[in-house]
């Protein structure tokens, strides 16, 4: 019982966790299927005055972009460049930025994707800091729902386990006490209906 608890706490907390990386990557590709059409519509000026527009994004939506030329030159976005500890994960990258919160200096992961525009490097992201607190916290929280209910099953077991015990015991001695000459004793009948009533009835 315990272990099927413990099973669909676990699949809820993965499905749970998709779900988060699920809505950063649409978001993301929202983002980035915008842009591309800017650019389609006009060209490298429109592309620029449109992520221009979107400079200051970072304080509002922690949004991520950066337009790098043939020469790895950047043309506009709020990256100073490209980042140098990237890791690639199935056709995205992440890497992590230092942004300033609470007057601190503080690490931000960013999850991002990279589209080439003729001979333009395209990378929108976004700083996925909030959504892995979210991610961890369901993780912990799964956890201690598998731990108590691992207790709680560990406490029924062993509860059950001595009520049994205490059953069979009385059986025993009352059995052993007819046997011994005392056709008197008779088992107790505490009118649950279950085995052990079931036995009494039939050695009473």
Do not use: M
């Amino acid at each position: 019982c315990a272990l099927c608890v413990g099973a669909l706490l676990w699949i809820g907390f993965l499905f749970t966790a998709r779900a988060l990386q699920r809505e950063v990557d649409l978001v993301i590709a929202t983002e980035l299927d915008g842009l591309r059409d800017d650019y389609d519509a006009g060209g490298l000026a429109r592309l620029v005055e449109a992520l221009n527009r979107r400079t200051d994004s970072w304080g509002r939506t922690g949004a991520v972009y950066l337009l790098l030329d043939s020469s790895n030159h950047k043309i506009a976005g709020n990256l100073s460049g490209w980042p140098t500890e990237e890791r690639v994960r199935n056709g995205w990258i992440e890497f992590d930025i230092l942004a300033s919160e609470r007057n601190q200096q503080v690490d931000h992961p960013v999850r991002a994707e990279v589209y080439k525009l003729d001979d333009y490097r395209l990378l929108v992201g976004t700083d996925v800091s909030e959504h892995r607190r979210i991610a961890a916290w369901l993780r912990d929280t799964t956890a201690w729902g598998i731990a108590l209910a691992a207790l709680l099953s560990g406490a029924i077991g062993w509860w059950y386990s001595r009520r049994v015990a205490a059953q069979v015991r009385i059986v025993a001695q009352t059995c052993e006490s007819i046997i011994s000459g005392d056709p008197t004793r008779r088992l107790p009948q505490r009118g649950c209906r279950d085995e052990f009533d079931q036995v009494a009835t039939g050695l009473n």
